[in-house]
């Protein structure tokens, strides 16, 4: 099968790339790395009127410290986000995760914003902005905003970007000495989407791990967040062993799909041991 016939632009300038998603009355996409997009077109699940070309957008493409966030612009491509230093040093959880998104060549020319307006419910890279607590900076004909990552995802590929809107960038906290990270994923093959995974942050102070998130995907339509098990760990001192109750938690907080991929009962198993594996990695120190 081949795409319904379309309009192709190159933006020139994202307030031209506005105008142009502006004039289109919702029928028109932005195309980034294309590796998700042109797939949906040639399948026609997808069928715009017109294809906004944002590529050769540089101020999108950069990667840069404002106070104690990192902001990573949406047309950063996920190979090059994965090798910065910066991002290795100031969001270690990103770099990691990267390196599970689909294969190379794939991440030479997919992108964070791509990845991120996407919303695909089993991809790392929303569990990692929620995980974060970060936020995504939206630009339209309106203006400028900014949407914590927790409220941006909505739904099964439904997110908060509106008709016309083109995401500009993500910011992330910039990681601390007290900053600790988890992440893990099962998948049938290496570069497949995750049947099951799960991004942690937390802050370590004296011996305890706080402010905890546990972020699964592939679990639901969108990022979940495991608050019961959260709480769980939580409760007591690194060193004693909150694991089995956090697993057990977890029935409170993850319905996972069955599919032709897992059922719901081997979704559940590697949502506990993926827990009991990541907040290990949590515990330990950073350099
Ligand atoms: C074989 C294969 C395996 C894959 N495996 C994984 C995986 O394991 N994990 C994973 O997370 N991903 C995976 N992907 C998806 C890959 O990461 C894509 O690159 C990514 O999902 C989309 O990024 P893109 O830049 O290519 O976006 P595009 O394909 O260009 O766009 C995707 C969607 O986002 C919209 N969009 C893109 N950028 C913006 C923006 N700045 N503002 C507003 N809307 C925008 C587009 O209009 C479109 O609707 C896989 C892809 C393939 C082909």
């Not at 791509?114 to 929303?126: Q, R």
């Not at 996972?256 to 719901?264: F, G, L, Q, R």
């Given at each position: 099968m081949k795409a319904a016939p379309f309009s192709y632009a190159k933006a020139r300038s994202l307030e031209h790339a506005l105008e142009l998603l502006g004039?289109?009355?919702?029928?028109?996409?932005?195309?980034?790395?294309?590796?998700?997009?042109?797939?949906?077109?040639?399948?026609r699940l997808s069928s715009p009127r017109l294809l906004v070309d944002i590529n050769g957008l540089a101020d999108l493409d950069t990667i840069a410290l404002d106070g104690d966030r990192l902001v990573l612009g949406a047309l950063v491509r996920q190979a090059a986000a994965e090798r910065s230093p910066t991002v290795i040093e100031c969001a270690p959880l990103i770099a990691q995760a990267l390196s599970h998104v689909a294969h190379p060549a794939i991440r030479n020319r997919g992108t964070l914003g791509?990845?991120?307006?996407?919303?695909?419910?089993?991809?790392?890279?929303?569990a990692c902005l929620v995980a974060l607590g970060g936020e995504v900076?939206?630009?339209?004909?309106?203006?400028?905003?900014?949407?914590?990552?927790?409220?941006?995802?909505?739904?099964?590929?439904?997110?908060?970007?509106q008709p016309g809107e083109v995401l500009a960038a993500v910011r992330v906290p910039a990681a601390t000495q007290a900053s600790r990270y988890g992440f893990g994923e099962f998948a049938r093959r290496k570069g497949d989407y995750a049947l099951v995974g799960l991004c942690a942050t937390a802050r370590a102070s004296a011996g305890r791990l706080q402010d905890l998130r546990l972020v699964f995907f592939g679990?639901?339509?969108?990022?979940?967040?495991?608050?019961?098990?959260?709480?769980?760990?939580?409760?007591a001192p690194l060193e004693e062993n909150r694991i089995r109750k956090a697993i057990a938690a977890l029935a409170n907080d993850l319905d996972?799909?069955?599919?032709?991929?897992?059922?719901?009962a081997l979704r559940t198993h590697l949502a506990g041991v993926l827990l009991e594996r990541t907040v290990q990695q949590l515990s330990v120190s950073r350099p």
């Open positions: 004039q289109a009355d919702g029928e028109a996409r932005v195309l980034a790395g294309g590796q998700s997009l042109i797939a949906a077109l040639n399948l791509g990845s991120i307006a996407l919303a695909d419910p089993a991809a790392e890279l929303p900076e939206i630009v339209g004909l309106a203006g400028r905003r900014r949407v914590a990552a927790e409220k941006f995802f909505k739904g099964l590929y439904e997110t908060d970007l679990v639901g339509v969108k990022p979940v967040r495991a608050r019961a098990a959260e709480a769980e760990i939580e409760r996972p799909p069955e599919d032709i991929h897992a059922s719901k």
